[in-house]
């Protein structure tokens, strides 16, 4: 039986991936910063509740090497999520790449993003290149923008203000819910012939910030009105929310490549994937309502 390790496993795409892994032949672990924490947050997934007896948690610290031994230990596969305040790949993420090699990890599955093949300033950029030259068999996930992140990151804007509040101009984005995500990954981990290969997963479609407002709208029953900031306008509120700066750089990323019409791809690969049209983002403000209610 195969055993597969999710790093970010607390995440919006983590907890999607175990939850998919919990009804295939394998045995699931998941690396986690805190196991008494990580045994909470998983048992309240929004989706489908976890049972404790199910799921291996293990401590695991990108930036503690200590940790790498115990977590990678006869471990046949990885999902790779990248934390998204660790940057610098050779000193903070190399290394647990490194343990996965030694400890005889067979494929990684790595959560990458849009783009990541033609932008190598990008820290997925790295990490894609760091694991090619490591040799270990790879698949990369390269997503666009998260529904979920709507739910989230600008959960209190819409519930509170009616409000969605970015820099992307008019721009479109070709939207992904993270449950689609999580379906690839888990294909690309359970079947053969995934390796070396690279799929970009988009939606079905691409909005402007506007539609997806005007979706908002239709589905919650209230006004619902994208604010079109200025970059320095939108850095300034996320400071003044006391988000830290380097997670507003790599929104300020997304939201400009949005902007400047590089978000707007759609690709056949969910469907030819899963055999099934991508989620939309109508039918996740439908599932999600809760959250902005």
Known sequence: MLTILVTGATGNVGQEVIRLLLNQNCQVRAAVRNPDTATEILSVHPTAGFSDHSIDRVPFNFTNPATFATAFQGVDKLFLVRPPNLANVRKQIAPALEAAKRAGVKQV?????????????????????????????????????FMQN?????????????????????????????????AVAVRTLMEDGHSHKAYTLTGGEALTYYEVADIFTAVLGKPIHYTNLSVWNFIKQMRDRGLPMDFITVMVGIYTTARLGLA??????????????PLTVRQYVEDYRQFWL
């Open 109 to 145: 599955v790595f959560l990458s993003i849009l783009g990541a093949d033609r932008n190598p300033i990008l820290p997925h950029s790295k990490i894609e290149s760091y694991i090619n030259r490591l040799g270990i068999p790879a698949t990369f996930l390269r997503a666009s923008f």
């Open 150 to 182: 709507l739910n989230t990151t600008h959960k209190e804007e819409i519930k509170t203000r009616g409000e969605l509040v970015l820099p992307a101009g008019h721009g479109r984005t070709s939207f992904i819910d993270v449950r689609d995500i999580a």
């Open 264 to 277: 707007s791809h759609v690709t056949p690969d969910v469907e030819q994937l899963l055999a099934r049209p």
